[in-house]
């Protein structure tokens, strides 16, 4: 019997060996992550065992905290277990901030390990043991791409003590260290008001100040994550206060987080549930006393590189502009005033394209000082907001009909009314070459170009010089290309001499400025009625009767030309009814927060629309990608519902959403993959990144 007993155990220890070296199957990797199953020990017992997710993201992607912050989905597992075996919650080391453009998520760059608790019941009667695993994650560097992978564990099931894993020990007691631990003892209170949460922490005093502390909250409504955490510490007391999330609805019973204290002896989480209390709030740009803020990675504060970054993309996104179909028939313009100053006129060259960069900058300031302007007296608008005014559309329809009248030979006028607009663009020297710079970020506003939509969505939340900053660095983008040709004569020389055939050009160069009439006018129709786009074709009719006359004196030639162009502001000036949002037209569902909520509890994957009829950026998408028959199949494949926010007109509720998730304008496009948590898409699609999205 002994000897049965000893050669049974010998077998079970050689099984045990034999299987601890092929516990795990092979890591399954993507393009963004690797993922893998491991576990504290070599073998499993009846019990509970610590069993741990390992993911390492490829050096730039990462991956997410239980809270993601501004967008994100949390990792998941989802277990295939033999009877008698249970797998506890994900245990979740404590995160970093992660930049994304303009939002802040929390998350892990580096390889990090998971802990799960698994419990085996007693008399669970087997050798070996498989644990199975479908793991599903978010990795998310300049895009987000969906991961999952199946994943597979073996290991013997022994009643003898526990070995070491000795090829992960190093992980599992990384991961260890990083759960947040209980703060026993510890008090904390939070208080809201209409702007903050703060929350009051006393525990345990320290003989040295904190490095730096941080608050991770685990509700994803309550604060706003991009927002810099204003921190005051003493020995035994820490105030926080963060702004409060543009989500924010209702004062929680508790506030439940981590709690991050880096010290010389390294970091310690601490996990704080905060009951309501009087707290008193940390102020604005107050020293933070022997502590300062959780670093974050660069561009999710206010701070000098990401500001810097943040002025690069401006500069990039004006620059861009220039390409931009709503912007090139006035820039046209230019081109001819800088051709009729003649090629060899170096100074009155400089000087016009110094008068054009003034134009254009002093327009761009004039627009952020509007719509800081307007935030503060509680309006709700964003960039491009003028296109959502019928009027402002039709009287833009009405100046670039008289550019292209004048431009055409058809009309000819000079000072007068009209020079407000077209006369004002068209005039020789340098107040030409000014308020073409004007009426270029005017017809600039529909358009938003890549990297632009960063830029003005951090603009609007930073302080109002910031704000001011970005705008003015937009506006050097979009005038670089004339100024460079000022400042470097030698690029003058590919434009062509003038000559004869400028007349033919200036001519030609008309019709690109009759196309954007015929899309203002598309515009007000969608925002509108056809009884107010009939009123507008009028009032054209009225503008080129006025400009018909404009060369005609006397009495009864400018009281005709006063009336006509009385007649038409009149008439664009008529109220009219509310169009029929493009969301109908499409078939697809109109946009309501309500609505998403409704979707995402069913588990439906929801893509959300954010465009207007006057973004061209929008269009160009619609037409490329979410129209395109391959992204239509992906959607009826994978039962998605397809949302439309239309921002044509007016709408603080769409306003409020987008400056949720950063932006100041359209387009943008979010993802609710099985109604989990908002990805954010970048701002040019094609079908392949819809498609990645919503799998």
């Known amino acids: 019997m002994t000897s049965r007993l000893f050669t049974g155990r010998c077998l079970s220890a050689l099984l045990a060996l034999g299987l601890s070296g092929i516990a795990a199957a092979a890591p399954v990797r993507t393009a963004e992550v690797e993922a893998e199953l491991h576990a504290q020990h070599t073998a499993l017992r009846a019990g509970d065992n610590l069993v741990g997710l390992r993911l390492r993201p490829e050096p730039g992607w990462h991956v997410y905290w239980r809270n993601p912050g501004d967008s994100g989905i949390p990792t998941k597992l989802e ?38 608790t698994i419990r085996i019941d007693e008399g669970v009667d087997a050798a070996t043991m498989t644990l199975q695993a479908e793991a599903s994650w978010l990795a998310c560097k300049d895009i987000c791409v969906p991961g999952s992978a199946a994943l597979e564990l073996t290991l013997p099931l022994t009643g003898d003590a526990l070995q070491p894993n000795p090829d992960w020990a190093h992980l599992f007691d990384k991961a260890l260290r990083e759960l947040p631990r209980p703060a026993s003892g510890w008090a904390a209170r939070f208080a809201l008001d209409a702007q903050n949460v703060s929350l009051e922490i006393e525990g345990p005093a320290r003989e040295a100040a904190p490095r730096s502390i941080a608050f991770f909250p685990y509700a994803n409504d309550l604060v706003n994550h991009a927002a810099p955490q204003r921190i005051a510490a003493s020995p035994g007391r820490v105030r926080l206060s963060q702004t409060t999330s543009p989500y924010f609805v209702d004062a929680p019973a508790r506030v439940d987080g981590v709690l991050v204290i880096e010290n010389d002896d390294g970091t310690t989480a601490y996990e704080i549930s905060a009951e309501p209390g009087s707290v008193a709030v940390v ?16 561009g999710s504060d206010a701070g000098a590189p990401a500001l810097v970054l943040v002025l690069l993309f ?29 090629a060899d006129d170096h100074g009155e060259r400089r000087r016009q394209t110094w008068a054009y960069t003034a134009g254009v900058i002093a327009s761009c ?26 009027v402002f559309v039709a009287l833009m329809a009405y100046v670039l009909f008289a550019l292209g009248l004048s431009l055409s030979g058809a009309a000819q006028f000079g000072v007068g009314l009209m020079n407000l607009g077209g006369g004002l663009a068209q005039k020789p020297g340098l107040s030409g070459a000014f308020f073409t710079g004007v009426l270029a970020v005017v017809v600039a506003s529909p358009c938003t170009a890549p990297f632009m939509g960063t830029a003005l969505g951090y603009a609007m ?30 690029l003058a020389r590919w434009l062509p001499r003038p000559g004869a055939w400028m007349e033919t050009f200036k001519q030609f160069m008309a019709f690109p400025l009759y196309l954007s009439v015929v899309w203002l006018l598309w515009v007000l129709v969608r925002q509108t009625d ?34 006509s162009l009385a007649g038409a502001l009149a008439l664009a000036a008529v109220p ?22 409704e979707l995402r509890a069913d588990g439906r994957t929801v893509f959300v629309d954010f465009t ?24 009826a494949e994978h039962d998605v519902a397809f949302l439309v926010g239309d921002w044509t007109r007016a709408d603080p509720l769409i306003t409020e959403e987008l400056s949720r998730f950063g932006r100041n304008g359209v387009p943008l496009y979010l993802v609710y993959p099985d109604g989990g948590d908002p990805v954010v898409l970048p701002q040019l699609l094609t079908p392949e990144i819809v498609i990645a999205a919503i799998r």
């Not at 300031?365 to 960039?383: D, F, N």
């Not at 939340?461 to 030698?490: D, I, R």
């Not at 056809?530 to 009225?542: I, K, N, T």
């Not at 160009?620 to 979410?626: D, F, G, I, S, Y």
């Open 283 to 298: 102020p604005g740009g107050a020293p933070l006393p022997a502590v300062d803020a959780a670093p974050r990675s660069a």
């Open 612 to 635: 207007a009829d006057w973004c061209l950026s929008c269009k160009v998408n619609e037409r490329v990608a979410l129209k395109s028959d391959r992204v239509q199949r992906a959607f």
């Open 365 to 390: 300031v004039l627009v952020a000082a509007a719509m800081i302007g307007l935030r503060g007296a509680g309006e709700a608008v964003g960039w491009g907001f003028q296109l959502q005014s019928p």
């Open 461 to 490: 939340t930073q302080p109002a010089w910031v704000a001011l900053l970005v705008f003015a660095t937009l506006g050097l983008g979009l005038a670089l290309p004339f100024l460079l040709l000022g400042w470097f004569p030698a």
């Open 79 to 116: 277990w295939t277990l033999p009877d008698g075996v249970q797998a506890g919650e994900i245990q979740w080391p404590y995160p970093h901030p992660e930049s994304l453009g303009e939002l802040t998520n929390y998350g892990y760059a580096e390889e990090t390990l998971h802990p799960v």
């Open 314 to 342: 401006a500069l990039l996104g004006g620059l861009i502009l220039n390409l931009m179909p709503c912007v090139f028939p006035v820039l046209s313009l230019k081109a001819i005033s800088l051709m009729k100053s003649g």
């Open 576 to 597: 009219a009814q509310k169009g029929t949002p493009a969301a109908v037209a499409q078939g697809a569902e109109i946009w309501s927060s309500e609505r998403v909520a």
């Open 530 to 563: 056809a009884q107010a786009l009939a009123r507008v074709l009028m009032g054209l009719v009225a503008i080129a009767f006025a400009l018909w006359l404009w060369p005609s004196r006397g009495v009864v030639a400018s009281s005709l030309k006063l009336a």
